[in-house]
């Protein structure tokens, strides 16, 4: 999938999950004023209505007490237009009640006060008759009571009433709460749902990423070696499969490198190998037969070719370090051993010139993972440098130290020295503090790659005419250098 | 007592004529019997016509190469049924040996770096024959 595309889903997955919930949270909302609205249409009118019936009634068994005393029409006027209006009221009054308890007392009051009604008709017709003794005695008789049936009635249903809004006050506040817990709940689960999803891919791409950067770190330190496994189908996966084919390519490069420095060492050692040993042949050719001129043009001829070979052994090595084709081989090395070894190669130049050289060794265990071939030509480049510039009758000291994370080689002639302002390029490419001499040039600047690929450093100080010191310190544990010439 | 040179075969493989036709010249003047072959499979062709004592040989070469060449030999020699010859030393010869590393790590037998000087090649051919019956 893209990662567009992934983004895109975990962002509508979010987005669905809030709409979900803000949908679900309405709903609740309505239902919970769905509830309010029942306790304030039905509930509060009733109550109301009930309250008005029964003042209404007491008023209305004064009024008929007063119309019976009095006999004036105007009061049994004014009764039969109220007891109508508590007649429409209590109709009314049905439309409001939802509880069987409030149903009964409203038809118990209905009947009460039909009751009440008849008893005051029949009062009435008995005032027309003149019998106003026989109606008072209905008034406070069967009347009353049947008034105070309808008010008890009445009191029935405010209490009936009263406990349909309490419960319903009630099962509002409980939805209330529920809506609350529900809400939060539901916005709670919906957060750490779109955290866990944003999260979960932002993992996998940081993860993704963080091992194409490393991958990548150790292709630079020339330490790469599997292709990266890469799946899925976004662009990270196809930055996976891109740099895949990069290693795959830079891997032919660096082939390519090899074979090319392969060739060229081949083709230019084989006719300097076969000009050496004719010149040799010449030479033994010439001292048999006395011919000393031309022996000595023979051994010139074999000089200036051995000459030659340290300087394209020189020249290949340099290229090959900036051109990074060093292949280290890395394995435990006594540095010890291949000081001797590159004191040995170098025994018959300090013999020569009648110069002492000394090798001394201070600590124990002087192994460190390095590269053979590569260690022994530091060692028989800076030896052979401080032959070179001490002249006949010195002395070349060698100082091993081992220390406890690293080695130290410190090489000191009694040569020439070198002059101050040469000493910061001396590991410079082509520079020769002593003006054009023989050799390339490049001497000291292959130690300096050489070391540094062993992840060491060398150091030098020098006084003109009293000579120099070299210092080559390498770590003990394997470092991460890749073979990289900074010179 | 180690035989008189006369007597004793050498093989010189390599694809440089002038190495080839040098060390030839040089060894012959020692008074060995020398021959020489440009890749392996010359090599290979001259070994089942003769018993060599020798053979010095490059490395680097087209088509049959010396560790090839080398291994040839040893199968030939474990399993001697066509070719009933013995075993010749060897002296390998290459202008790199970082390119041959990991064969010449599995080998006992000597190594000659080019350029390398005549005086050492007689005197390690002197101490290989020496030692040869």
Redesign the interface.
Known sequence: MRLATKIFLVSALVILVLCGTVVWSLLTVKRLVTANQEITTRAVPALRLQGALRESVHGLVRLETRALVLQDQKYAAMWTDRADRATRDLAELGDYLESAEERDAHARAGDAFATYRGHVAAERRLVALGRARAALLIAEGPAREAAESTEAALADAITATEARLAAGQARARALEARTWRAVTGALAVSLVLALAASALLAYRMARSLGRLSSATRSLAAGTWTGPLPVEGRDEISELGRAFNQMAERLRDVERLKEEFFSHITHDLRNPLASIRLAAEGIQERAKAGGDAKAARFAYLIEVSAARMMTMINQILDFTRLRARAVPLERKPIDLLEVAGRALDELRPVSEEKRIRVDLAAEGHDFTLPGDEGSLVRVVVNLLGNALHFTPAGGAVRARLAALPDRLELAIEDTGVGIPADALPSIFEPYRQAHGPRKGTGLGLAVVKGLVEAHGGTVAVRSEVGKGSCFTVTIPKAPAEAGAAVTA | MPAEPSSRRILVVDD?D??RD??A??LSADGYTVDGARDGGEALALLTQHPYDLVLSDL?MPRVDGPSLYETLQTRHRFPVRFATKLPRVIFMT?????H?EFLRGTTDPILE??????IVRKMVRVLLSATP
Do not use: S
Request: aromatic share 4%; proline share 10%.
């Open positions: 440089d002038q190495i040098l060390l010249t040089a680097r202008g790199n040996p970082a390119e590393a080019k350029p390398f000087a005549m005086r």
